[in-house]
Every structure is written in C-alpha cells, then in structure tokens.
C-alpha cells in the first residue's frame, strides 16, 4: 500500500501552510461581487425569499404587538390581586393575544405577497404601485370573507389604507 496524496484529493489542503487553523488562504476567495446571485440572475428576490421575508417580519411584528396587548389586558384583569396572581395573569394574557395576533398578521402577509405575485404575473411580469394596493384591497375582502360583506369592505379599506400609507412611506424615503 502506498500513500495517500492529499494535495490531489483537496486541491485547498496545505495552501495556507501555518497562517490560519482552517488551513484556507483567504487570497484564494474571490471578491467580485457585494451580493451572492448565481450567474445570470437579475438580482430580484425570488418568490420564496419574499414570501419568507415578508410572512416572517409580520409575524415577528405581530408576537411583539400581541404580547404587548396581552401584559395590558393582564395588568388591567388583575388590578386587585396579589402579586403572584398578577404575574399569572399577564403570562396568560400574553400567551393568549401573542400568538392570535402574530398567527393573524402572519396568514396576511402570506396571503398579500401570494395574491401580489399572481397579480404580477397576470400583468406580464409590470411591478408598480397599482399592484400593492390591489393585492392590498384583495387580501383585506379575503381575510374577511367569512364574516360577511360590511366586514369584507372593511377589510378592503383597511388593506387599501395600509398599502398606501407604505406607498407614501416609500416614495417620501427617496
């Protein structure tokens, strides 16, 4: 039996020889780019990555605007009792709005970027502002759909006031 040639079998072994524990040069990384993209990409994020971004960000928004309503609840219900009580009873609270909430805000945002996307592609890939206050207005009656038509209108107006408060935002920030 002969010996092994590790330099044949990593091409990386030994590069380094004594400069880093890893035994990598870092001279050997390329540093073209700022981003990661595969070759030919345009630089968009794919339908994954915004789905995730978005449907993540709001539930995490959600969590903290739940828990926030749930230790006010619990403070107000238990006004009167000792401190251990108290303590319980804004846990509970906290247990009980946080996840509503976030579950909520979380099947929203879900439903916002999936309706966005079929709207995008229904308009042959054209990506504006008449795009987000659809998906806006769409996901608030859909969201609602089950409660009747007042709630549903409601729901349309909420998503269109959202949606153009963060068109405003956006265009104000340029």
Known sequence: MGEADFPSLNPVAGLA?????????????KEDTEFILPDGS???????ERLLFTTGSCYIVGIGLGSGWGIVEGLRRSADM??????????NSIGRRGPLV????GTVA???????TAIVKARGDTDDVYNQVGSAALTGILFKSTAGVRP????AGFGL????GAILASQASR
């Open 161 to 164: 006031a959202i949606a153009g």
């Open 82 to 91: 000792s401190s251990k009580l108290r303590a319980n009873s804004v846990l």
């Open 102 to 105: 976030a579950n909520n805000l």
């Open 42 to 48: 345009t630089g968009k994020r794919t339908l994954g």
């Open 110 to 116: 879900l439903m916002y970027r999936l309706i966005d």
């Open 17 to 29: 020889g004594s400069l880093s524990p890893y035994r990598i040069d870092p001279a050997i990384l």
């Open 152 to 155: 549903m209108a409601l729901g």
